[in-house]
């Protein structure tokens, strides 16, 4: 499966969970399977998708325990960085 593939998927996976239809657990497994998927990126790219990974997890922790969440900041970063890696392996990788 190609990277651009696999950002797509994503892409959809995220949708689906921006419009509550895929739990926070389960978006996260799916971000975890999608950074394991993608191939010959640099190691930097991976580092970025986790981090985007933490921060949706992160936040979903503090809403559970009542705290001010920022989660709405968080999903925006990670669909700003799906497009832009969208277009990169779009570009060179189709």
Excluded: C
């Amino acid at each position: 499966m190609s990277n651009l593939s696999v950002l797509e998927r994503l892409e959809k996976a995220f949708v689906t969970y921006d419009q509550d239809a895929m739990s926070r657990t389960e978006f996260v497994k799916f971000l975890k399977r999608s950074i394991e998927a993608l191939e010959g990126v640099p190691y930097s790219v991976q580092m970025e998708l986790r981090k985007h990974e933490y921060d949706i997890e992160i936040e979903g922790y503090s809403e559970a325990e009542g705290f001010e969440s920022n989660s709405i900041a968080a999903k925006n970063a990670l669909k700003v960085w799906i497009q832009q890696m969208k277009q990169l392996y779009g570009a060179s990788n189709s």
